[in-house]
């Protein structure tokens, strides 16, 4: 029988937490920081133990599997590497204020899976393709590399707001970030996240031989993953080569989580596929 117990609490856990950390950004107090970064590590750690609590459901019903095999568990892992990749990033750089992008992206991502029409919860037997240990390894580094770009994206987000306000006379938003150093914690995340897309993509090319017998057949998801790949390559590119930086990164980092998006959801259900696992 599943227990959604732990993931609700998760949820729970995240929201309460961006309360303190929009707090905390707009009055600067530091125990209202730490408040925000004990909450969210508990839910992290709360949401952890979910994972393995279906796990361990998996197998008591016979079937035995790592829950990442439809979209509501690649979705709450999802939830669970944005907080993660989140985690490296504050205890790195001391950026507790990226606290304010991460603890709603984690909870949106908990909560689509009651929102998005078609997502179904219950434990069930994999299909002959997912019976696989490369369905462990290509989905979790792919999810660790979509949720560095999911990071990245709310600091570009955040990036255009504050670079704009620090050219105008109004003067930067003195609760966020400088934008030079939003561009750089931009610039590590994607970092995290493309060697992780790089890795998915080489893991489900050799999962695909054993499944379907060919590394590569265009399929949709495959086509819109290389996309994705080429958009952040090019990012790493233009910064390494041609030093790019601030407006011209956020865009193309703004650009490649749309992809991811595309990548994740449009092809599920809009483009019909291999990859189309709801």
Same mark, same amino acid.
């Given at each position: 029988?599943?227990?959604?117990?732990?993931?609700?609490?998760?949820?729970?856990?995240?929201?309460?937490?961006?309360?303190?950390?929009?707090?905390?950004?707009?009055?600067?107090?530091?125990?209202?920081?730490?408040?925000?970064?004990?909450?969210?590590?508990?839910?992290?750690f709360?949401?952890?133990?979910?994972?393995?609590?279906?796990?361990?459901?998996?197998?008591?019903?016979?079937?035995?599997?790592?829950?990442?095999?439809?979209?509501?568990?690649?979705?709450?892992?999802?939830s669970?590497?944005?907080?993660?990749? !989140?985690?490296? @990033?504050? =205890?790195?750089?001391?950026?507790? *204020?990226? &606290?304010? /992008?991460?603890?709603?992206?984690? #909870?949106?991502?908990?909560a689509a899976?009651?929102?998005?029409?078609?997502?179904?919860?219950?434990?069930?037997?994999l299909?002959?393709?997912?019976?696989?240990?490369?369905?462990?390894?290509?989905v979790?580094?792919?999810?660790?590399?979509?949720?560095?770009?999911?990071i990245?994206?709310?600091?570009?987000?955040?990036?255009?707001?504050?670079?704009?306000?620090?050219?105008?006379?109004r003067?930067?938003?003195?609760?966020?970030p400088?934008?030079?150093?939003?561009?750089?914690?931009? !610039?590590?995340? @994607?970092v =995290?996240?493309?060697?992780?897309? *790089?890795? &998915?993509? /080489?893991?489900?090319?050799?999962? #695909?031989?054993?499944?379907?017998?060919?590394?590569?057949?265009?399929?949709p998801?495959?086509?819109?993953?290389?996309?994705?790949w080429?958009?952040?390559?090019?990012?790493?590119?233009?910064?390494?080569?041609?030093d790019?930086?601030?407006?011209?990164?956020?865009?193309?980092?703004?650009?490649?989580?749309?992809a991811?998006?595309?990548?994740?959801?449009?092809?599920?259900?809009?483009?019909?596929?291999?990859?189309?696992?709801?």
């Open positions: 029988m599943y227990n959604p117990y732990f993931f609700e609490g998760a949820l729970l856990i995240y929201s309460v937490a961006f309360l303190f950390y929009i707090v905390f950004v707009l009055t600067k107090k530091a125990a209202m920081g730490r408040i925000a970064f004990w909450l969210i590590l508990t839910g992290f709360v949401h952890l133990a979910g994972l393995l609590v279906r796990w361990q459901e998996s197998h008591a019903t016979g079937y035995g599997y790592i829950p990442l095999s439809n979209m509501y568990e690649s979705l709450i892992f999802f669970w590497a944005i907080v993660l990749v !989140y985690l490296i @990033i504050d =205890i790195k750089y001391q950026q507790r *204020t990226i &606290g304010v /992008i991460a603890s709603p992206l984690a #909870a949106f991502a908990i899976t009651s929102i998005i029409p078609g997502i179904k919860s219950d434990i069930r037997p299909i002959p393709a997912l019976q696989s240990n490369w369905l462990a390894i290509h979790i580094t792919c999810f660790l590399g979509y949720a560095a770009f999911a990245a994206f709310g600091i570009s987000i955040i990036y255009m707001i504050q670079s704009k306000r620090e050219a105008s006379p003067g930067p938003i003195n609760w966020l400088s934008s030079q150093t939003l561009d750089e914690i931009n !610039y590590r995340s @994607i =995290i996240g493309f060697p992780m897309l *790089t890795l &998915g993509i /080489i893991t489900g090319a050799a999962w #695909a031989s054993y499944a379907w017998g060919s590394y590569w057949s265009w399929d998801k495959e086509t819109w993953s290389l996309i994705t080429f958009i952040y390559a090019a990012f790493l590119h233009a910064r390494y080569s041609r790019w930086r601030g407006k011209k990164t956020a865009i193309l980092s703004i650009v490649g989580f749309s991811v998006i595309f990548t994740y959801f449009g092809v599920s259900y809009l483009l019909a596929g291999l990859h189309s696992y709801l």
